[in-house]
């Protein structure tokens, strides 16, 4: 099975259910861990201030800033480091890399991958024969999904440069993403092997071993990735995924507090604690979570529909509908093509309103599910009879007909 790194895709091989009287020791460890690790590094930040990249070494600052997990500030440093030099091949690469692994750090951030694409694609039009170019090239191709156009431009990297290591990452993860695991692993073995690209190589091995259904083994090279850089924020949403193939939720809570730990405002990772709370049953903590969610992304459909299905669960049918209400609203307002909506934003605030009686309300979300139907091939169907819902008869209906399953 492949694990989706751009949305939560959370199962259990085993499950095993977390006490609800307090966190773990592996959880309130890794918590005190993160906060001594803070604390070090702003006392040696202050101490090493001799060391630090002078004013205009953009480029300098930006790896400083990769460093640290802030990749709002490589991205600036390092696009700031290519205004002033175009031909800056490092640059072009480090801004690349931060634009991707951003991407991965926080919800709707596909733009981000984008734009990585763009970025490669200018810097190779001046100098269509760089490898390191060709190589960066390569990486934000597979990072759009593009893998075989990946393949085709780190092999031709590969042949100008056989020792450029983020080719070999692109080679390695573009394999991944056609299927060939076997092929995938071997690639980024080989780039484990290069001191430079440790942190990619071990990350591009893990994700090799968990598409072999290799978990243990995927933990092991992700960790190994994280010592790297233990600030970036991808490591921890990869490592808590991992975890969760094999059922340790303790591990995958830890890693999601450790993101917080290093970036308080993480959106994403409050949205995961939120889903892996849901899965354990522990009902109050999943509401809390997707709460700060709602709270802090208000436009995120998905949260609303994660905060409705909560209180749905819970027995709390009128919160249910208000927030199902908010992320079937937004799906229409953000113009999301009607098969790529959350059927249940509909259906399941309709259940909300029928369970409690509020037949204006439930004939309003049906005649808008059946409307908005008509003219796209839907997965899902809600059908009620002519005469309308249980207890509600004698109301509209629209007589559209329902679009069967595709």
Same mark, same amino acid.
């Not at 609203?329 to 249940?344: H, K």
């Given at each position: 099975?492949?694990?989706?790194?751009?949305?939560?895709?959370?199962?259990?091989?085993?499950? $095993?259910?977390? $006490?609800?009287?307090?966190?773990?020791?592996?959880?309130?460890?890794?918590?005190?861990?993160?906060?001594?690790?803070?604390?070090?590094?702003?006392?040696?930040?202050?101490?090493?201030?001799?060391?630090?990249?002078?004013?205009?070494?953009?480029?300098?600052?930006?790896?400083?800033?990769?460093?640290?997990? =802030?990749?709002?500030?490589?991205?600036?440093?390092?696009?700031?480091?290519?205004?002033?030099?175009?031909?800056?091949?490092?640059?072009?690469?480090?801004?690349?890399?931060?634009?991707?692994?951003?991407?991965?750090?926080?919800?709707? $951030?596909?733009?981000?991958?984008?734009?990585?694409?763009?970025?490669?694609?200018?810097?190779?039009?001046?100098?269509?024969?760089?490898?390191?170019?060709?190589?960066?090239?390569?990486?934000?191709?597979?990072?759009?999904?593009?893998?075989?156009?990946?393949?085709?431009?780190?092999?031709?990297?590969?042949?100008?440069?056989?020792?450029?290591?983020?080719?070999?990452?692109?080679?390695?993860?573009?394999?991944?993403?056609?299927?060939?695991?076997?092929?995938?692993?071997?690639?980024?073995?080989?780039?484990?092997?290069?001191?430079?690209?440790?942190?990619?190589?071990?990350?591009?091995?893990?994700?090799?071993?968990?598409?072999?259904?290799?978990?243990?083994?995927?933990?092991?090279?992700?960790?190994?990735?994280?010592?790297?850089?233990?600030?970036?924020?991808?490591?921890?949403?990869?490592?808590?995924?991992?975890?969760?193939?094999?059922?340790?939720?303790?591990?995958?809570?830890?890693?999601?507090?450790?993101?917080?730990?290093?970036?308080?405002? =993480?959106?994403?990772?409050?949205?995961?604690?939120?889903?892996?709370?849901?899965?354990?049953?522990?009902?109050?903590?999943?509401?809390?979570?997707?709460?700060?969610?709602?709270? $802090?992304?208000?436009?995120?459909?998905?949260?609303?529909?994660?905060?409705?299905?909560?209180?749905?669960?819970?027995?709390?049918?009128?919160?249910?509908?208000?927030?199902?209400?908010?992320?079937?609203?937004?799906?229409?307002?953000?113009?999301?093509?009607?098969?790529?909506?959350?059927?249940?934003?509909?259906?399941?605030?309709?259940?909300?309103?029928?369970?409690?009686?509020?037949?204006?309300?439930?004939?309003?979300?049906? =005649?808008?599910?059946?409307?908005?139907?008509?003219?796209?091939?839907?997965?899902?169907?809600?059908?009620?009879?002519?005469?309308?819902?249980?207890?509600?008869?004698?109301?509209?209906?629209?007589?559209?007909?329902?679009?069967?399953?595709?």
């Amino acid at each position: 099975m492949r694990i989706q790194r751009d949305r939560s895709r959370l199962s259990f091989r085993r499950q $095993r259910r977390r $006490r609800s009287s307090g966190l773990s020791l592996m959880v309130v460890t890794g918590v005190l861990i993160g906060i001594v690790v803070m604390s070090w590094n702003w006392i040696g930040s202050r101490l090493t201030f001799g060391s630090q990249p002078t004013k205009n070494d953009f480029l300098g600052m930006a790896q400083a800033a990769f460093a640290r997990g =802030n990749l709002d500030d490589a991205v600036k440093y390092a696009q700031q480091a290519i205004d002033q030099d175009k031909k800056d091949d490092d640059a072009v690469v480090l801004l690349a890399r931060s634009l991707i692994y951003r991407s991965y750090s926080e919800l709707e $951030r596909g733009v981000d991958r984008a734009s990585a694409l763009e970025l490669t694609t200018e810097a190779l039009a001046l100098d269509p024969q760089n490898p390191t170019l060709l190589a960066a090239q390569a990486y934000a191709l597979q990072a759009v999904g593009r893998v075989a156009d990946s393949a085709k431009v780190a092999q031709e990297a590969l042949r100008l440069a056989p020792d450029d290591g983020l080719a070999r990452v692109a080679m390695a993860l573009a394999y991944g993403g056609a299927g060939s695991f076997e092929i995938a692993l071997r690639e980024s073995q080989q780039v484990a092997q290069i001191s430079d690209w440790q942190l990619e190589g071990q990350r591009a091995m893990a994700i090799s071993y968990s598409d072999l259904g290799n978990y243990q083994a995927a933990i092991e090279s992700i960790e190994k990735a994280i010592s790297q850089n233990k600030y970036l924020a991808p490591l921890y949403f990869e490592r808590a995924l991992y975890a969760m193939q094999i059922g340790d939720a303790d591990a995958a809570t830890a890693a999601y507090f450790q993101v917080l730990t290093f970036h308080p405002d =993480n959106v994403k990772a409050r949205l995961r604690l939120c889903e892996l709370s849901s899965l354990l049953r522990e009902r109050d903590a999943a509401v809390q979570y997707c709460h700060e969610v709602t709270d $802090r992304a208000p436009s995120y459909a998905m949260g609303w529909y994660q905060l409705g299905m909560e209180y749905f669960l819970q027995g709390n049918f009128k919160a249910a509908q208000d927030s199902l209400h908010r992320c079937s609203s937004l799906q229409v307002m953000q113009d999301v093509p009607a098969s790529e909506r959350r059927f249940e934003c509909w259906y399941v605030q309709g259940q909300a309103a029928e369970i409690l009686g509020d037949c204006p309300n439930l004939l309003a979300t049906y =005649n808008e599910f059946r409307a908005m139907a008509k003219d796209v091939a839907v997965q899902q169907t809600w059908t009620y009879p002519p005469e309308g819902p249980p207890g509600c008869s004698g109301n509209s209906i629209v007589t559209t007909a329902p679009v069967a399953p595709a």
